[in-house]
């Protein structure tokens, strides 16, 4: 849901009361804190940095994106899914050589195989360019098996619901949230940009996680800004159409929904205009990214934008990018596979793309996802879970490491709450939290960008893999 930049206290009631577009009026204490703080602070950045989430939506099945490869975990591995699994044979390409072996909470020292479709990884894992996350997934505060069975800590609502667990990865709250974690580190970063617009570039349509109090998610399409219609060219093939065109939508008025209206529409045109003049006078780009790869075309867009963000004074920007069809109920055989090739092929073109730009060190990739899928099949796919495996990318990225803890490949074992649906060991605050502390986020703030963050003790709330 888009959000509003208010600009005067009457406006900010009226909206409130009558506008879909407003902040949501059950916001809460941290909500207004964080606007505060925005309106009351100013970044200072002189370079430049960019964090770009990844989200797989549908829940991406981890055991076949990080296989076990030790042979008494990839045995309990297959047995829990001996119709979707691959073979040992099959992994050994790409099997994974950390600076450091992973342990599990039992003390065992694991090996892992990415999935083989996801070979083109593999050079930046080797390169200390890539580290992987381990199950890592949503909660309120660190929480253990039995706390889970005994209901005696708090758990996010509605777990392995698609919409609100895609909700609580981005915003820490569930469906209805009004803004993300994405989005309010925006506000803390706009007025450290030249052009506030770009502060939050979703280039797949919308999601809450680039909704902040005061920054708005600006939307862009693979080739570039929406025009707005009737303004790129003569209206009617008549000039004097345009400029009436032009001046009838912008004009300010007496109503407040109508100079909201306005102002909106004005920001757009105004963005259009430069982000254009922007693109066309960026460098071109000589990286090749996939052809027919929905993500691939998205990620090029953010190299793009990103080798212009001078010309757009931008110092901080956060990006989304997607791609859906993880819900693999059926089929993930047949359907995971190419979805996993699309993920690789495009992020190793995109850090392939920040490294012609000279950019590669100051920007930082992330992959995302509603929820992992359950360790046991159900004949040809894999059910909604909870914890999960996610893969982090760029030049910065202390890589060629594993960051948590291992989960037990067990049925019923000390990380499974039914069915193979892992608890998680990392939460998506302490994700978020690495992320931003490298963006240049204070701690303070980061306790308000990350309501759940403060359930955890400091020393375990940067992760340290960027």
């Not at 680039?210 to 008549?238: N, R």
């Not at 982090?392 to 960051?403: D, W």
Request: proline share 5%.
């Amino acid at each position: 849901m888009t959000k509003i930049n208010h600009h005067d206290a009457s406006r900010r009631a009226f909206l409130q009361r009558v506008s879909a577009l407003s902040l949501a009026g059950a916001a809460t204490p941290w909500a207004l804190n964080l606007a505060a703080m925005a309106e009351a602070s100013a970044s200072t950045a002189t370079d430049y940095k960019a964090i770009v989430c990844v989200f797989l939506y549908g829940g991406n099945d981890n055991s076949n994106t990080l296989i076990p490869y030790d042979t008494a975990n990839f045995n309990a591995y297959y047995n829990l899914r001996p119709t979707m699994a691959y073979t040992q044979a099959n992994l050994t390409a790409t099997a994974l050589t950390p600076l450091a072996a992973p342990v599990d909470s039992a003390g065992v020292t694991r090996q892992f195989a990415l999935a083989p479709e996801l070979a083109p990884l593999l050079p930046m894992f080797n390169a200390g360019k890539m580290g992987v996350i381990l199950n890592v997934g949503t909660l309120i505060q660190p929480t253990t098996k039995l706390q889970y069975s005994q209901k005696t800590v708090p758990l996010p609502p509605k777990l392995f619901s698609h919409n609100d667990q895609q909700s609580t990865w981005q915003s820490s709250a569930p469906e209805g949230a009004t803004s993300g974690w994405g989005g309010r580190m925006g506000d803390l970063f706009e007025s450290g940009n030249g052009n506030a617009t770009f502060s939050c570039v979703n280039v797949s349509g919308n999601a809450v996680f680039l909704s902040g109090q005061t920054a708005v998610q600006y939307q862009v399409s693979t080739s570039g800004s929406v025009p707005f219609s009737g303004l790129t060219k003569p209206l009617f093939g008549s000039a004097n159409c345009t400029t009436a065109m032009q001046t009838l939508i912008t004009q300010s008025g007496t109503h407040l929904l109508q100079n909201e209206y306005t102002r909106v529409t004005s920001r757009s045109i105004n963005a259009n205009t430069v982000l254009s003049a922007a693109l066309l006078g960026a460098p071109a780009i000589a990286t090749v990214f996939p052809t027919a790869n929905p993500l691939g075309d998205q990620l090029k867009m953010v190299a793009r934008m990103i080798s212009c963000a001078d010309a757009v004074g931008a110092k901080r920007q956060v990006f989304f990018v997607s791609l859906g069809g993880f819900d693999t109920h059926d089929g993930l055989v047949t359907l995971h596979p190419g979805l996993l090739t699309k993920v690789a092929d495009a992020m190793a073109a995109f850090y392939n793309a920040t490294v012609e730009l000279g950019v590669a060190s100051q920007v930082t990739a992330f992959t995302a996802s509603d929820f992992g899928r359950t360790l046991s099949g159900n004949n040809d796919g894999s059910d909604h879970g909870w914890g999960s495996m996610h893969f982090v990318v760029g030049g910065a990225v202390n890589g060629q490491r594993f960051y948590g803890t291992p989960p037990i490949v067990a049925s019923d074992g000390s990380d499974d709450v039914g069915q193979g649906r892992l608890i998680p060991t990392t939460s998506v605050d302490q994700y978020a939290a690495t992320l931003g502390k490298w963006m240049g986020t204070s701690d303070t703030d980061l306790l308000t960008v990350l309501p759940h963050l403060s359930n955890y003790n400091p020393s375990a709330r940067n992760l340290g893999f960027v």
